[in-house]
């Protein structure tokens, strides 16, 4: 069994972006948009590590702390599929490009996903988070950015994953805590094994997407004026603009 980890950050979100796979110091891929969302890194880096293991016939765990990204493979896509790729208002689903992408490499795949919880010293989830975070920065500083040695051959001897501290000193470490809400799970295609307890999170994302709930938010006067502000700068409503952000 391959044992890596995937993750997404954005600056702004969305603003600068970056994504990375990460199996240990000497495996691991990461790249980047000048702006994207986070969720669309999440879904990215799940992705190509996909891809970079598509040669392979090993069952791949997938250590992710994304809700969206792991709902979004193992409850909702086939729903989605059905439709034609629109929820159940009739609006398309968002990063459907992405996750069309994701689907064709899913198939005749043996792979499951490990729910962890993002910034609590998980040695691979850190490991993945700050060569996102170091890509997002490099296209926010115009900077080279760090690509990393992608799969090679010493993927495939299966070497130990290198101690967080020696990460933690490479150049590219540039990441900062994002906030997350999951806590760790076990879950297998095509669907969730068990749920995460609902005072780990700061919502549940666990319903189908067709449902729709309310959330209140209460914001200050400056916090809403920035909310207006970059929502007009996208062109939708305020509304609009925060259920793109979830």
Known sequence: ???????????????????????????????GWKHATNNQGELKAVLELF???????????????????????????????RKGWRKADGKAVMNVELLQELDEELAGRRYRFQWV??????????????????????????????????????????SAAAPLDAVMLEPVDLGAPELDVSAPELVSAPELVSEPRLDDALFSLDDEPEAWHSITLELSTEELDRLRVRAQAEGVPPEDFLRGLI
């Open 1 to 31: 069994m391959i044992t890596a980890a995937a993750d997404g950050s954005a600056l702004g979100n969305p603003g600068p972006a970056g994504w990375a796979w990460y199996v240990d110091a000497t495996c691991w891929g990461a790249g």
């Open 117 to 158: 919880k993002g910034h609590v010293g998980h040695e691979l989830n850190e490991a993945a988070d700050v060569r996102a975070r170091a890509v997002a920065e490099a296209y926010q500083r115009g900077l080279e950015i760090p690509s990393g040695p992608g799969w090679s051959g010493a993927c495939e001897t299966g």
């Open 51 to 81: 891809r970079a293991t598509a040669h392979l016939d090993d069952e791949l765990l997938v250590l992710c702390d994304s809700q969206y990204v792991i709902n979004s493979v193992t409850k909702w896509m086939p729903g989605w599929k």
